[in-house]
């Protein structure tokens, strides 16, 4: 990821319910601000029980946030970084062909004994300058009626039940919708996870309004850009282990399924921008691409979001 380039520090709320446990530190943005006692931490036995056992058609949704996480855990990363995590992994999922939209939410935390926490807010909103993001923002697969929880563990009551991210299926009370469509403001999500239930409402206020446009995104965007291309080409290496790369074929993506085709076996390098790349076969020996370089028969289906934004063509590394 970037560097610093000044105090830019995100601040989850946190209202009590009932009784105040011990709250989590607030920590800055993972590209910019001080380090906290709070950092994010990856699950790698459950990384390796995904690539080992996930099927086909769930594979990837559950693998790219548990290899983000471990990514961000063994470079020290805060834990509050719920809108970087969540426009990184939309690029990674985009550039595999899976769909994914943010949701502005907050997440009641409810333990055993009854006692209830409320992070994040009902009415996210940033500072005067754009750079500080007061709230809480997940993931939304709405193909596979999924939703992602990246940063999840930045909330006390969670991180001590253990479980990395939080990928679960978004079942709501109201009625079925349509396969692909988003879920309405006001739906309630509800996962359990070990002792407590943690309960997600999504806000009526529109990531259009709240995120879209805002200084901290439109000066990032490249990096999270290239952050999430790398991050997918680092879960297509994953991919391409012998005990893993039967089910990946049988993906139900086909933009995922072109690119393992187009990458066979290529020797992966990452460039002096720190840019991850396949060194696939050229007219003049090895090329080394990028994966949103590499070419792909005029069928496959294009990646996500569609087009681009134009800060995504920016030559900074993330």
């Not at 070990?194 to 309960?199: A, G, H, K, N």
Request: with cysteine.
């Amino acid at each position: 990821m970037a560097k610093s380039r000044g105090r830019k520090q995100r601040k989850p709320q946190q209202r009590v319910i009932r009784r105040k446990p011990e709250s989590a530190p607030r920590s800055p943005s993972l590209l910019a601000g001080p380090r906290t006692p709070y950092v994010m931490r990856g699950n790698m036995p459950m990384t390796a029980r995904i690539l080992e056992q996930a099927p086909p058609d769930a594979l990837v949704e559950l693998l790219l946030p548990n290899l983000w996480a471990g990514i961000a855990d063994e470079s020290g990363a805060p834990a509050n970084i719920c809108v970087d995590s969540c426009l990184t992994l939309k690029y990674a999922y985009g550039q595999l062909g899976i769909r994914s939209e943010l949701a502005l939410t907050d997440l009641v935390v409810r333990e055993a004994n009854g006692d209830s926490v409320l992070h994040g807010t009902p009415e996210p909103s940033w500072n005067d300058d754009g750079t500080v993001f007061h709230g809480h923002c997940i993931l939304l697969l709405p193909d596979s009626g999924r939703h992602v929880d990246a940063t999840v563990e930045q909330f006390a009551q969670v991180r001590d039940q253990g479980g990395g991210p939080l990928i679960g299926r978004s079942v709501t009370s109201s009625e079925e919708l349509p396969p692909g469509q988003l879920l309405p403001p006001g739906t309630r999500l509800a996962v359990q996870r070990s002792e407590i239930v943690m309960l997600y409402t999504l806000s009526h206020l529109s990531v259009a309004d709240v995120i879209d446009g805002k200084p901290w995104i439109t000066e990032n965007a490249h990096r999270h850009y290239r952050a999430g291309v790398n991050l997918a080409s680092l879960t297509l290496q994953a991919l391409r282990m012998p005990e893993v790369i039967g089910r990946a074929r049988q993906s139900p993506h086909p933009r995922l399924r072109a690119l393992l085709r187009a990458v066979g076996d290529a020797p992966q390098e990452v460039d002096d921008e720190r840019n991850v790349r396949f060194a696939l076969h050229g007219p003049h020996g090895p090329q080394p691409l990028r994966l949103d370089e590499i070419p792909l028969p005029a069928t496959t289906p294009a990646p996500y979001p569609r087009p681009l934004p134009v800060e995504a063509t920016g030559t900074n590394s993330p």
